[in-house]
Nanobody
Framework: QVQLVESGGGLVQAGGSLRLSCAAS??????????MGWYRQAPGKQRELVAA???????NYADSVKGRFTISRDNAKNTVYLQMNSLKVEDTAVYYC?????????????WGQGTQVTVSS
C-alpha cells in the first residue's frame, strides 16, 4: 500500500507561481518504477490530468498548462513536483498526484487528500 501526501498549495495572485510536492510512502520501492501524474479537480468538474512524467523523465502536459507548468521527480526522495508559473484564475483546483499507466491512463494508488490551489484575479 502506498500513501500519497500532496503539499505546497495556497492562495496566489494571477501571474504568480507555486511549487507543489507529492511524497509517496509505504511500499516505496514501487515509486521509481512508476510513471507519475499530477491531476486537478475544480469544483463541479471531473478530475483531469495536467502533467505526467515517465520513469525515464519524459514529460507531457495538458494543452492548458503547456509552457507554464513543469513536472519533475526525485526517486531518491520518492517525490514528484509540479512547478506552476504564470498562474491563471482557471488553474484554481485541488491538485493530486498518482502513479499511472502512460498508455491506458489507469491510476495505481489510492488518492491522497490533495492540495488546494487558489488563483485570484
Amino acid at each position: 500500500q502506498v500513501q500519497l501526501v500532496e503539499s505546497g498549495g495556497g492562495l496566489v495572485q494571477a501571474g504568480g507561481s507555486l511549487r507543489l510536492s507529492c511524497a509517496a510512502s509505504g511500499s516505496i520501492i514501487r515509486f521509481s518504477i512508476r510513471a507519475m501524474g499530477w491531476y486537478r479537480q475544480a469544483p463541479g468538474k471531473q478530475r483531469e490530468l495536467v502533467a505526467a512524467i515517465t520513469t525515464g523523465g519524459s514529460t507531457n502536459y495538458a494543452d492548458s498548462v503547456k509552457g507554464r507548468f513543469t513536472i519533475s521527480r526525485d526517486n531518491a526522495k520518492n517525490t514528484v513536483y509540479l512547478q506552476m508559473n504564470s498562474l491563471k484564475v482557471e488553474d484554481t483546483a485541488v491538485y493530486y498526484c498518482n502513479a499511472r499507466d502512460m498508455g491506458s491512463g489507469v491510476t495505481y494508488w489510492s488518492w491522497g487528500q490533495g492540495t488546494q490551489v487558489t488563483v485570484s484575479s
